[in-house]
């Protein structure tokens, strides 16, 4: 293993190598869960500050200890599920010390709220070593600190009050402690509620791909899980109804659409799938070459639907709830129309 810094004047020189460490580590790990899918709130990283090391090496003095969190990357997590989803994915990609790593939980007595936190000490593995780009980071310890969004709050906050008056009287330590109990609870309820809706979200589909939609009202949830089910992987279009970001009515996305399918007389799953045309794909695939529109979303697969099966009623609807103009509406049509023609000819 590399030699750890242990004296400021050692740490100043090594704390750039450090600080490139952490950014790496959080790169990766960015990428990673990305790619897996893994939901996460965010990430951080940071080599630890000079006075930070100062500090703590005085704290330390005449105790032997080395710190192997001077390069430090935080991911928070939405509930602990997505905690142990986290921890199972960097146990998979680099190499724990277990015996350096803490679950801070287990450190708090049954009758004791407080920081939780799953503190995991680790190296880069020689897959990665091997190559020039990481070559450098052979040997280099990081602490990775994984904890849900409220426990990241607490954390935060009791951190900044406790530095910024330098320790805080019994009474207000133990309120903040009290809260840490009461977001321990909140925790342990949006975990159950994360559950219900995957459970939901599962039984969704199962029905949808069992064909029993005749039991599966027409609301944001189900609409989604149909299209997906129904158009993933057999047209590109993005996973969403628009942007991520809220929208600014506050309308739940997949609100209108939903909203636009009704007013054009279906009421559930079952009638949705019935009157989709057997080669939509292809023509609204067509659709997007001829208008140049580039990637749909799921809100542009209804936005379709409309305009080749119902036209004349499709205006109305769309320009109540789109606010399309006549002109607008007409050229859309024609648009449709042409990718239309084509698939027939061909």
Not at 5 to 14: F, G, L
Not at 160 to 173: A, C, F, H, S, V
Not at 255 to 267: P, S, T
Request: charged letters at 35%; a negative charge.
């Amino acid at each position: 293993m590399v030699k750890i810094p242990t004296t400021v004047e050692s740490y100043r020189k090594k704390r750039s190598e450090y600080e490139d460490l952490a950014e790496h580590v959080e790169d990766i790990l960015f990428e990673i869960l990305t790619l897996e899918k893994i939901n996460f709130a965010f990430t951080e990283s940071r080599a630890k500050k000079i006075d930070s090391f100062q500090s703590k090496i005085k704290k330390l003095d005449g105790i032997h200890k080395e710190l192997f969190d001077l390069a430090g990357i935080r991911i928070v997590g939405y509930v602990r599920y997505d905690v142990e989803n986290i921890v199972k994915t960097v146990r998979e990609n680099f190499d724990v010390d277990e015996s350096k790593s803490k679950d801070k939980a287990t450190e708090l007595k049954p009758n004791q709220f407080g920081y939780r936190a799953i503190h995991l000490v680790c190296t880069m593995p020689s897959t990665r070593t091997i190559l020039p780009e990481y070559e450098k980071f052979k040997g280099m310890y990081f602490e990775i600190q994984i904890k849900t969004i409220l426990e990241h709050g607490w954390a935060q906050i009791e951190h900044d009050r406790n530095y910024k008056y330098k320790g805080l009287p019994d009474d207000i330590q133990h309120d903040f402690y009290l809260v840490a109990g009461i977001l321990e609870s909140a925790d342990n309820q949006f975990e159950s509620i994360t559950k219900r809706i995957e459970s939901f979200d599962q039984s969704v589909k199962q029905k949808t791909d069992e064909g029993k939609l005749e039991e599966l009202e027409l609301n944001p949830a189900t609409l989604k899980r149909y299209l997906v089910n129904r158009f993933e992987n057999k047209m590109p279009f993005e996973p969403l109804y628009g942007s991520d970001e809220d929208p600014e009515d506050g309308k739940i996305p997949g609100e209108g659409e939903v909203q636009e399918l009704l007013d054009v007389g279906l009421k559930n799953l079952k009638e949705l799938d019935s009157v989709f045309p057997e080669n939509f794909i292809e023509i609204e695939t067509e659709y997007r070459k001829i208008a140049d529109r580039g990637t749909g979303n799921l809100s542009s697969i209804i936005f379709a639907l409309l305009y080749l099966v119902y036209e004349d009623k499709a205006e109305q609807v769309l320009s109540k709830s789109r606010g399309l103009t006549t002109k607008q509406y007409e050229d859309f049509l024609s648009d449709f129309k042409k990718a239309k023609n084509y698939h027939n000819e061909n």
